[in-house]
């Protein structure tokens, strides 16, 4: 049997989410709204949102035999994603503590737990599922040498390689050398680029200087300013965003990650990918939770 076209070895989370007047400052205690629990991390949001917008995908990665890995699991599942290489291991299920304040924006808090196992020799266990991708995604809530040996592996063997260097983290140089694209939020840019947070350089100028650090391409993601480009053929370029009401963040830039690789898959071109990423993200910040607010193609071309 063929395996799937694009592949994300990366994290699964329970989301553990609380709504909050404010974010407390040292010893303040608020008072939050009832705890939601919902499907989520980082690894398992791109796989659901590429798998809702038809993609064929797989998802690489591990939860515990708990609750909460059965519902990871299940998500996954629903949304049409291969988890024959999702394992179950002797650990907790990761979990993100979400708090969220009424402009929509959030506060986040991951145990990586099961995560932590997603090891070299665990992904070196399914590599055929990786290495005959056109596709593979990865991000940082696993540990940073699987995802180096991963990228480097699959680049070798020829797959397009998607890093999303998120949460922030120095990335090797080996490993930015086959992201194609790097994709970055500001701040995660400023923690590359050794930078101050309140830089003021266009988003262009940030997108190649990104480039300068030896990727293949980068993709800038602007919350709502939508999202800047670079290639190294010098085609740099920015997408705005579709406007909208934001009501969570949560899982936004992660609906956009998805949507790049379905369309990377898919033999568009950069630009184009990131359009409709963009227009992906768009619709999640306008809904509830990360997973629950990924739209299909139908909902996007409506």
């Known amino acids: 049997m063929a395996g799937s076209k694009i592949v994300v070895v990366g994290s699964a989370n329970a989301d553990l989410v609380l709504d909050i007047d404010h974010r407390p400052t040292a010893g303040e205690t608020v ?16 796989a659901v949102a590429a798998g809702r917008l038809g993609g064929d995908v797989a998802f690489v990665g591990c939860v515990g035999e708990d609750a909460y890995g059965d519902m990871l699991r299940r998500s996954l599942a629903d949304a049409g994603v291969d988890v024959t290489h999702l394992r179950a291991v002797d650990a907790p299920s990761g979990n993100a503590i979400i708090l969220i304040t009424p402009d929509g924006e959030n506060s986040i808090i991951v145990s990586p737990a099961a995560n ?15 290495e005959e991708a056109a ?17 480097t ?15 922030a983290a120095a990335l090797p140089p080996e490993v930015l050398a086959v ?32 480039l300068d ?27 705005p965003a579709r406007e909208v009401t934001a009501v969570d963040t949560t899982g936004a830039g992660d609906a956009f990650v998805g949507a790049l690789a379905v369309e990377l898959a898919d033999g568009a071109d950069l630009r184009s990918a990131v ?6 993200a768009g619709i999640a910040v306008g809904r509830r939770g990360a997973q629950a607010s990924y739209p299909d193609r139908s909902e996007v071309a409506r």
Do not use: M
Not at 31 to 46: E, H, Y
Not at 116 to 129: Q, T
Not at 136 to 151: M, W
Not at 275 to 280: F, I, N, R, Y
């Open 179 to 210: 992201a194609n694209p790097l994709v970055v939020n500001e701040s995660e840019a400023d923690l590359l680029l050794g930078q101050a947070p309140e830089t003021t350089a266009a988003p262009e100028t940030t997108a190649r200087a990104l």
């Open 213 to 239: 650090l030896g990727a293949r391409s980068v993709v800038l993601t602007l919350g709502g300013d939508g999202a800047a480009y670079a290639e190294r053929d010098a085609s740099v370029g920015h997408v």
């Open 116 to 130: 932590r196992h997603v090891s070299v020799e665990a992904v070196e266990k399914v590599r055929p599922a990786w």
């Open 275 to 280: 359009e409709l990423a963009t227009d992906v």
């Open 153 to 167: 592996e699959a680049a070798s063997a020829g797959a397009r390689v998607i890093v999303n260097a998120a949460p």
């Open 31 to 46: 008072l939050g709204s009832d705890l939601v629990v919902t499907p989520g991390g980082k690894g398992a949001n791109q």
């Open 135 to 151: 596709v593979v995604v990865l991000q940082l809530e696993i540990p940073l040498e699987t995802v180096a040996h991963v990228a």
